[in-house]
């Protein structure tokens, strides 16, 4: 047990400690669940995001119209997570949907207080780093100590990037005990036509957040014309890998709303399957086997949308991995997005 912790420990030193949080970034804190806004200096709204007590997260930015158009979602009851564009997209953008099975008991998380240590161990340690790839480029980080805002402890870093130019990049930015960017200053070397000013938490709530937004639903996948109108259905896959797109056909047909055709002149939709295993060693978190899917209307080189699976397991078995995928699990919310 000991051990364990320890290893706990260290990961998250290194978590916390090897970058700093993306904004929208969630860390797996466990009992600590929050809701809130990141605004610009404007108070326009940039990021949704809340987390539950029992870990599921939410993250939903490119907010136009009050509806995020990119969401992130860890759903543990679901057993999935979903990340992606969604909504309308311009004709230069498809939309992209990355589905990974998710395994509460096997997920580590953290408490409040380890998170804290981590942070404020962080800040005793910081050092120039120099880029691998360029000499010439190093960030110094600082600290900016601590403090107490909205009932939470938060921790400021200061980052100075200096430029193969020599120009500089300066920012400043506190993260919060809770697992979270608080806010975040761009003070110089920065373009803001790209990057607001300020970007800073809003609206914080410490109680449990609407589950509703954790459920990955219909609303999440786009309703297209091509894909709405179809009843047949055609995989192609590339040699070798027909078992795996087979079982990639079983879902797609389960509820009877799709039935399989042999050729893509029959279809309404055309589905390309590949499979991409790992090659080095076994599937992680960091390395998993992944499998693509991507809709077309049959006779067009344009892609509708595309899935890609993230698969852990053996390569041999992970023609269950497909049929016990997310996949399976969602694909009938978004034939219900029709």
Request: charged content about 25%; hydrophobic content about 35%.
């Amino acid at each position: 047990m000991a051990l364990n912790q320890t290893w706990n420990r260290l990961a998250l030193v290194l978590l916390v400690s090897t970058s700093h949080y993306a904004l929208g970034q969630i860390l797996p804190v466990r009992g600590a669940p929050f809701s809130a806004v990141v605004r610009d200096e404007k108070k326009r709204p940039i990021i949704e995001m809340a987390r539950a007590s029992d870990g599921s997260q939410y993250s939903g930015s490119a907010i136009v119209d009050g509806e995020p158009r990119q969401i992130f979602i860890v759903n543990n009851s679901q057993g999935c997570s979903l990340s992606g564009q969604v909504f309308e997209i311009s004709d230069r953008l498809k939309p992209i949907f990355i589905l990974e099975p998710i395994d509460p008991s096997s997920r580590t998380t953290h408490t409040v207080d380890e998170t804290e240590d981590a942070l404020r161990e962080q800040q005793k340690s910081l050092t120039m780093v120099r880029a691998h790839t360029n000499p010439d480029v190093s960030t110094r980080r600082l600290s900016l100590g601590e403090k107490k805002v909205d009932g939470m402890t938060i921790f400021g870093f200061r980052s100075e990037t200096k430029l193969e130019s020599g120009r500089y990049e300066i920012q400043e930015e506190w993260e919060s005990e809770l697992g979270f960017n608080y806010s975040r200053r761009y003070l110089a070397g920065f373009d803001v036509r790209k990057f607001p000013k300020e970007l800073h938490v809003t609206d914080l709530r410490r109680d449990e957040p609407d589950p509703n937004l954790f459920a990955i639903a219909p609303k999440h996948f786009p309703r297209l014309p091509a894909f709405a109108g179809a009843k047949t259905v055609f995989v192609s896959y590339p040699e070798g890998q027909k078992e795996q797109a087979d079982q990639v056909a079983v879902i797609l047909t389960r509820s009877g709303q799709l039935s399989m055709v042999s050729n893509p002149s029959n279809a309404d939709l055309v589905i390309n399957f590949a499979f991409a295993p790992v090659q080095d060693g076994p599937a992680s978190p960091t390395h998993p086997n992944s499998a693509y899917l991507t809709f077309q209307s049959p006779g067009s080189t344009a892609i509708l949308f595309e899935i890609q699976l993230q698969l852990y397991g053996k390569p041999e078995k992970l023609h269950t991995a497909i049929r016990d995928s997310c996949l399976a699990t969602l694909w009938p919310k978004i034939e219900d997005a029709k």
